[in-house]
């Protein structure tokens, strides 16, 4: 796994805008809850902030991160048992849909999507309980 240093706070604030305020309280949120964990910083010549995050416990990527300008995408992989439970669970309807839509891939369904402010901290904190959920 090839890894970059983390950008510099500057860097990530301007990259993000009102959106860094979204992106600490995600992190902090998955500190306090799935801890030990580690940030990940890997190059990406597909986004144009050069670089994504991700999010792991115990070398198990939780999510990804990714700086999209003004904004960011959170990205959670679910596993077939993860993704049922996500459609069965107290999510957003927009939620939801993006389970049942997303496209099913041999390591489960990937699901994605913006975030630009902290409202949306429940529902990732709650993907992420429902994908390392005992079984």
Sequence with gaps: MVTVPPPRSQTLT??????RIAWDAVIAAMHEQHAPLDVVWQPSAQLS???YCR??????????????GR????????????AVLALKADLPPAIHRLIATAKVYP?????????????????????????????
């Excluded at 999010?55 to 990804?64: E, G, M, N």
């Excluded at 904004?71 to 993860?82: D, I, K, S, Y």
């Design 107 to 135: 390591e489960g369904r990937f699901v994605r999507f913006d975030v630009t402010a902290r409202t949306s901290v429940p529902a990732i904190l709650r993907l992420v309980a429902l994908k390392v959920a005992p079984k």
């Design 14 to 19: 301007l990259a993000l805008g009102r959106s």
């Design 71 to 82: 904004r960011f995408e959170v990205v959670v992989g679910l596993g077939q048992r993860a």
């Design 49 to 51: 902030f050069g670089s």
């Design 55 to 68: 999010l792991l416990r115990r070398k198990r990527t939780l999510l990804y991160l990714l700086p999209k």
